[in-house]
């Protein structure tokens, strides 16, 4: 499809626009609906248009197998993180209270950097599993 | 301040492990973190066991949500023995899994095995730990999808058909769960078990409530693989690699069968699932059947890890017989059982691993004469098979003793007969392999193999003789097992 | 009540055996893995139906509103989603797999080819 010009314009303008309503839905999941998981979905719903649209060996160049990977993993670290060290504080696994002397400013920041984790990670296992899937074709 | 922290450890140690090992390159590496992972959850598990025998109850509240609200974790006698089991049989099969997985999976995807199974483990452990319907179904799936992935693994392409089927009837099962969870959410609007247990003895005649319990009995029955429901043991068992079938058939079905005892008693009470559901019936007469169809079956196949399998359909029979009697007794013989059959089937899975290492095979006619040629490994898989059978002094005897005095308690004699009919079929499966083994000479053009590696013979006779233990010294296992029983009869 | 009123456990019921039946019923494995994504799909419906409160409004906190519908459902399900998701996934990873080992995803031929070994 990359021979297509109107398909590759549409898109390269499509992205960032895409990307940006990821990210909002992700900072904004605080106040209003959204979330990491929602998040994460859209964020990996422009790559995989980018993959369809310039193939995926493309998208294999801008995001690499081994950094999905690393990024997976990072996310849930992220997440795991946050509860160990509430735990290292002295409170429960996940009590965002202890995060900051105010228990409201201790769960903002504990909500925020779970749902963070959890949109890194499902917009990285998005990805792969599209690149796994379609990438499949290509390898000897 | 640690010790309070303990029952959150215990999951979430291997949890945070699991993406730690998925950066690790070196399948070396990821070996060692993960055996290192699973000790202190030993650790963990045997702390958690000495403070529940001397409290009671230990109580975790997840995120500093009190309990009807957020999830608790809830440790009794009851699952820290179950704890125990997983983290102690996971500790000894990652102990063989080092050089056993390295000939069956490829370099490069050994760090993506261990992190499966770090997954798996974190999923078993809290199923067995948690206190909340709905967070037992969260942790069922991440187990059973780890599994899918370790049975997958396997050195044939038939292990990709069985994790397959394994999925299909998996998710399955896993589903009627998830039913069931949402129906009991429907009817009590609470998922904490300790709330649902004192919200349901009021609504015994809810019909929502009783198909609630259907869909968890057989939901579970398709987990823990319940005669008629055990189609995808044994092909799962058979293709697995060696570790994994150990792992798995040591320890999945077992958490299964804590969880099914741990509705039945706790949560909905003997008094609903014996009196109001027929279910008396419905686990005699499968119990009955697994025992005797498994172990019928498992004399005829030509493959020893899929006699095995079969095997381990007929000890869920026995479970099943113990958990039927609905009293104190039958359930220490359940659980007492859960102990000891995962130390012979752990055993005699890595002894059966021991001749896949050095044979490349299971086939029962390609292991003639390997008594001679491998005496250390077929000596194991010998005594694992006198303790499947029951013969005093080893781990099993306890089991069927302990059995065939609660079956007596109620006076139903002719469940005796059964398990005795069932030892002694036993005793026909495990001849036919000590006949091959001593009895017959090694094969032409299959006379280069030696005995297994001091690595693998060392873990697989550390279960071996765990049997040997349990069948002299019963302070763990029994005693154990007797006061989980009553806790969960008399609480 | 009558038995339409409670037409969301029909559509529940009606697409759980759809679900089952072509997973029992199909020889194809990307067929049985789709009867699965259905059966799993009821099962949401079932706990995000039993979630809404009659006249209850989106449960977010506003002034003026006192009724609000039960968000717990939806959150146990988005776990659901998830894990749904995952099965989904390593269902057809493990088809792909068995594609390339068998050169045939059909169930029946699966079990000639390995009858023959």
């Not at chain 2, 068992?237 to 040591?250: D, H």
């Not at chain 3, 009821?42 to 002034?63: C, N, Q, T």
């Amino acid at each position: 499809m990359r021979d297509n010009p109107v398909l590759r314009v549409v898109t390269k303008i499509a992205i960032p626009l895409i990307l940006l309503f990821a990210l909002y839905v992700q900072f904004h999941g605080d106040y209003g609906p959204g979330g990491g998981f929602q998040a994460g979905v859209i964020f990996a719903a422009a790559f995989i248009l980018y993959a369809l649209v310039f193939g995926t060996r493309a998208a294999r160049t801008v995001v690499p197998p081994a950094v999905l990977r690393t990024v997976t993993a990072l996310g849930l670290i992220l997440f795991a993180g946050v509860g160990t060290v509430s735990q290292l504080l002295g409170s429960q696994f996940l009590d965002y209270d202890a995060l900051a002397d105010n228990p409201l400013h201790g769960q903002h920041i504990g909500i925020f950097l779970v749902e963070l984790g959890v949109g890194i990670t499902v917009a990285a296992v998005m990805i792969t599993l599209f690149l796994a899937f379609a990438g499949r074709q290509d390898e000897p | 301040m640690i010790l309070n922290q303990l029952p959150a450890l215990q999951v979430t140690l291997p949890l945070i492990a699991a993406p730690l090992c998925l950066l690790l390159r070196s399948g070396r590496a990821a070996w060692l973190l993960c055996v290192t992972v699973s000790t202190i959850a030993l650790g963990i598990a045997l702390l958690l066991l000495d403070e529940a025998l001397e409290k009671g109850l230990i109580v975790y509240d997840f995120g500093g949500w009190a309990a009807p609200w957020g999830i608790e974790y809830r440790v009794d006698v009851v699952n820290a023995f179950v704890l125990m089991i997983v983290s102690g049989i996971s500790t000894s099969v990652l102990l063989f899994a080092r050089i056993s997985a390295a000939s069956e999976i490829d370099d490069d995807r050994q760090s993506l095995f261990y992190t499966a199974w770090l997954l798996c483990l974190t999923g078993l452990l809290g199923m067995a730990i948690t206190g909340d319907a709905f967070n037992l179904f969260v942790f069922l799936e991440i187990s059973s999808l780890s599994s899918y992935v370790l049975i997958a693994m396997g050195p044939d392409r038939r292990a990709l058909t069985a994790s397959y089927q394994y999925l299909i009837m998996g998710t399955i099962g896993a589903t009627f769960i998830l039913i069931a969870v949402g129906l009991l959410y429907l009817v009590t609007g609470t998922l904490n078990m300790a709330d649902l247990a004192g919200r349901i003895p009021d609504l015994a005649d809810n019909r929502t409530l009783r198909a609630a319990f259907a869909f968890l009995t057989v939901g579970m029955g398709l987990k823990l693989a319940l005669f008629p429901l055990h189609l995808w043991l044994p092909n799962a068992y058979t293709y697995a690699p060696s570790a994994v079938t150990a792992f798995l058939a040591a320890t999945a079905t077992k958490v299964a069968v804590y969880a099914l005892a741990r509705f039945m008693f706790s949560v909905f009470g003997t008094a609903f699932a014996f009196d109001s559901m027929p279910l008396q019936l419905i686990l005699v007469v499968l119990g009955t059947a697994a025992v005797l169809s498994g172990s019928t079956i498992a004399i005829f196949q030509h493959n020893v890890k899929r006699m095995l399998a079969y095997s381990s359909v007929a000890q869920i029979g026995y479970l099943m017989l113990g958990l039927s009697l609905a009293t104190a007794a039958g359930l220490t013989a359940t659980l007492v059982h859960l102990f000891n059959h995962a130390l012979m089937k752990g055993g005699l899975f890595l002894a059966v691993g021991c001749m896949a290492y050095r044979l490349g095979t299971t086939r029962l006619a390609d292991l003639a004469g390997i008594g001679f040629r491998m005496p250390w490994t077929t000596a194991a898989f010998v005594i694992g098979g006198l303790s499947l059978i029951g013969l005093p002094l080893t781990a099993g005897f306890i089991s069927k003793w302990v059995l065939v005095q609660a079956v007596l308690e109620n006076g139903w004699w002719p469940l005796v007969v059964v398990i005795v009919v069932g030892a002694l079929l036993a005793v026909i499966y495990i001849w036919r392999i000590v006949e091959t083994a001593y009895f017959r000479t090694v094969s032409e053009g299959r006379d280069d193999f030696v005995e297994a590696p001091l690595a693998l013979l060392l873990p697989t006779w550390l279960l071996i003789g765990a049997n040997i233990y349990f069948g002299i010294h019963t302070d763990l296992s029994l005693n154990v097992a007797r006061l989980a029983a009553d806790f969960l009869t008399g609480g | 009540m009558n038995a339409l009123g409670l037409y969301n456990y029909w559509i529940v019921i009606f697409l759980m055996m759809t679900g089952f039946y072509v997973v029992i019923a199909s020889g194809n494995l990307v067929k049985k893995i789709i009867g699965l994504n259905l059966f799993q799909a009821s099962v949401f419906i079932l706990y995000i139906s039993a979630g809404k409160v009659s006249g209850g409004s989106a449960p977010i906190l506003r002034e003026g509103i006192e009724s609000y519908s039960n968000p717990l459902p939806h959150v146990l399900i988005l776990t659901a989603i998830v894990v749904g998701v995952a099965t989904t996934a390593l269902g057809l990873a493990l088809v792909v797999r068995i594609r390339e080992a068998y050169g045939t995803a059909e169930e029946d031929e699966i079990h000639r080819q390995d009858e023959s070994l």
